[in-house]
């Protein structure tokens, strides 16, 4: 990036108290701004050592210019976080750090750094979404576990992305939309710690990819003693049995075209036995076949059935498939109430489309856009890190803790804490971790809101042709 010949007059130490007597380079001094401030929730996780292992993992060399790919990292996370997710607001973060560093201000063309972020390589970015997830869900309270156990959500979504050939070509969009007047449409699937909310996986394809087959993959990456909690579409045979094979257990929803009869099996109480399940004679969609033949013939489950009494409907039977076999460890209360938490995975797939805008992604092109997926799973982790820390340090569940307050309270701390010494930059988030943890969320079940607007939508029709054509018409007229 060209810099103006316009120099700042401070020295770092005069604006600075942290940095008294060091002369630091823009690179070292925007590093520092980044890691003071919007890296302090993660420094446990996160810290620079780190960074530069995970990026001698991934392969990748990069020339000493400023936008180096921590620096990058950094600014695209601010850039998430931040209500204008505009590159010229990011941009603008950059020049104020460096202009409070004492350094020269470089020009304020977005070009070089949006090269930058088409350097960084997804598998770096997801992996650090990997790691900060997976950490905070192995060093959660023991007091946050269920029955002792770690529990983890699977859950799927859509997105929609920028109307280009590249997105269109990797993501059509819905079939049954005229062309041009739709957008690309994308299939995302996460794995969401049950006791801190941190997502540990994620994955984005075209909407002919199902949500089992993107789960599949996560497989490799689970941890024995685990447990996976997840609606009825993951409930297979296939994949019961291979979390099996792996020492996780599973709980599931029953699919619909599966039946169950509660009169055979070893009975445990009302509604709830054990039964054998034969191996399909055929392979699933998607499924390697020679992975197939290697599933056992049969595998023993657990099914239990339930009821859902909600306040002005009818009375729901709900019946759930599982490998927690012991009815003394495992009652079916507790199954039944694990299941109820399942929403929590949809909470935070609200919480990523809703709070942090990622329902629609601007990137222009397939790359790009996996990148923007991943980027919004690691700032998302980095607020579930604020949240968990809260949680420890003031004896709260994380998942009880406001998201959207986290948020707020985050985006204005953070400016501030970059230019702060280094006590007081502890101090004050020693504070906002005091401010985050009073932001608990009001438990209001079986609450029932009509999904309905009051504000009137502006009085346009829909778009049923290309864009184009509407141009060409209005200058025919």
Known sequence: MKEHNTEISQHPEKSNPSWTGVVLTPVAALRRCFFDSIGQPVAPLLSEEVLQET????????????????????????????????????????????????????STHTAAYCRALKRLKASWVLGLVRKTGTDLHQQADSHWLWCGRRVAVVDGET???????????????????????????????????LSTGAVMDGAIAGMKTGEVNLFRPFYQRLHAGWVILGDRLFGSYAGITWLAQQGIDSVFR??????????RGKRLGRWDHLVVWQKPKQCPPGLNKERFGLLPQSQGVREVRFLIEPIGFRTKPVTLVTTLLDV??????????????????????RHLKTRMQMEFLYCKTPEMVQKEFYIHLLAYNLIRSVQSQAGQHHAVPPTTLSF????????????????????????????????VATEERLERPHRQEPRVKKRRPKPYPWMTKPRREYQLQSSAA
């Open 55 to 106: 990026l001698q993992m991934e392969k990748v060399s990069y020339r000493k210019r400023l936008f180096c790919p921590m620096v990058t990292l950094w600014a695209w996370l601010s850039q998430i976080l931040a209500p204008d997710k505009s590159c010229k607001n990011a941009l603008s973060r950059i020049i104020a750090y460096l202009v409070s560093a004492g350094q020269a201000v470089p």
């Open 159 to 193: 997105v929609l992305m920028s109307d280009t050939p590249a997105n269109q070509h990797q993501y059509p969009q819905h079939k049954k939309q005229k062309k041009g007047c739709g957008f690309p449409l994308a299939r995302i699937v996460a794995l969401f710690s």
């Open 254 to 263: 029953l699919h619909g075209r599966r039946k169950t009869d509660f009169r």
């Open 328 to 349: 003394n460890a495992y009652p079916k209360s507790a199954i039944a109430q694990l299941y109820g938490l399942r929403w929590q995975a949809e909470i935070s797939l």
């Open 404 to 435: 959207a307050a986290t948020v707020q309270h985050l985006r204005m701390f953070v400016t501030v804490m970059a230019v702060m010494g280094d006590e007081q930059r502890q101090h004050t988030y020693t504070l906002l971790l005091v401010l």
